[in-house]
């Protein structure tokens, strides 16, 4: 079978020839470091992993300053971006965003690794819902360079798309708007004012969805992010805050053709039978408990939703991945293709990112697939 074949049929809750091995992103940082600076397709072949490639457009305007100009998106949105200080290890920046109905504010620091919010935009509530509701833009996809980056990949592996936003889940995007903590205290004393954020984000995701990606070479799309988590937030609240507005997001991405993943990269023991309801083809990313997860026999995982959404993940990218020998990374995907990938319907792949991983260790796992044969 091919990386695509192989991923695919895995998606499909198939046995595919072997275990299909892959990595959740390939960083800058460690491309540049230890792998002389190839991109990610480039990385992927290096070691023999099926690749997962992520296609980032407009995938929201936290989280790449640099290369996306928010501020071309509409003439009733425009993101001034004041660079504070442009160190790549201490980086901030200061946006200031205009609408016709006022402006709106927020700041982000970050370094090699990675880029956080430290000001969020959300200051007023009422107001600056408002705000959002009338003059947020949604941008549109280029689906020729869709096209060409999924012909590139060829059969290597699948490529990745995103519902647009800061998260692609409509309580995730809010949480980078407000922040998780204020939004957990609104759920419980505004829940009202919660639920018509969230229908503004959704309806926008709703647009970007039948607008972008209907017709777009992407073999999956991720939804969902880390706030909606139960190491974030409860089952209550996921269930009432989270739940409804995915499940409308997933049914518009099988309208227009495309699988989905859920993406939780934290607590999701809790939240098994909830993610299996809202939809979604695949659930990542099965973090263990030393990566911030819970995940700790994915054999339990595989029991209760293993025969309605193919998983991906459980890989300890740090501790294992990066830390471990040749021969514990063999005896961790050996754990994982028992429990995790019985019968098929299973990815292995890193939990989140890794920064510091040895090649060597990169090609153990790889090699260490190969030998998990069905």
């Not at 309580?171 to 903590?181: F, K, N, S, T």
């Not at 293993?306 to 294992?320: A, K, P, Y």
Request: proline share 5%.
């Amino acid at each position: 079978m091919t990386g695509k074949e192989r991923m695919l049929a895995a998606l499909a809750l198939e046995a595919p020839d072997r275990l299909p091995c892959t990595v959740h992103q390939w960083q800058q940082y460690h491309l540049d470091k230890y792998l002389g600076g190839i991109d990610d397709l480039a990385a992927f072949r290096r070691f023999g992993l099926d690749a997962a490639i992520a296609y980032f457009e407009a995938i929201g305007q936290f989280w790449m300053p640099e290369a996306v100009d928010v501020g071309d998106l509409s003439p009733d949105w425009r993101d001034e971006m004041t660079v504070v200080k442009d160190d790549p290890n201490d980086r901030i920046i200061h946006h200031t965003i205009s609408t016709p109905g006022g402006t709106l504010t927020y700041k982000t620091g970050g370094n090699a690794y990675t880029t956080w919010i430290t000001e969020y935009l959300i200051k007023e509530p009422e107001r600056d819902l408002d705000l959002i509701e009338r003059y947020m833009p949604v941008p549109a996809l280029d689906q020729r360079s869709i096209t060409a980056a999924y012909d590139r990949l060829g059969d290597d592996g699948i490529l990745r798309g995103f519902v647009w936003g800061d998260q692609a889940g409509s309580w995730q995007h809010a949480c980078c708007l407000y922040g998780e903590q204020e939004m957990i205290l609104a759920a419980i004393d505004d829940p009202a004012w919660v639920h018509r954020l969230l229908r503004v984000l959704t309806d926008k995701k709703l647009r970007f969805i039948e607008g972008s990606l209907d017709g777009a070479k992407f073999d999956l799309i991720e939804t969902g992010g880390g706030a909606g988590s139960s190491t974030v937030i409860s089952p209550k609240l996921h269930e009432e805050f989270c739940l409804p507005y995915d499940r409308e997001v997933h049914e518009a991405c099988h309208a227009v053709g495309h699988r989905v993943v859920y993406h939780t990269c934290g607590g999701m023991m809790p939240l098994l039978e909830l993610i299996a309801a809202n939809g979604c083809d695949a659930s990542e990313t099965l973090s263990p408990p030393s990566v911030g997860g819970d995940v700790d026999d994915p054999a339990e995982v595989k029991r209760r939703i293993g025969d309605q959404v193919c998983l991906i993940g459980g890989m300890n990218q740090f501790q294992i991945l990066t830390d471990g020998t040749p021969e514990q990374i063999r005896a961790e995907v050996r754990r994982l293709f028992e429990t995790a990938g019985q019968g098929g319907g299973y990815i292995c792949s890193t939990s989140d990112h890794f920064f510091d991983t040895p090649p060597e260790n990169l090609q153990a796992y790889a090699d260490a697939a190969r030998e998990c044969v069905y």
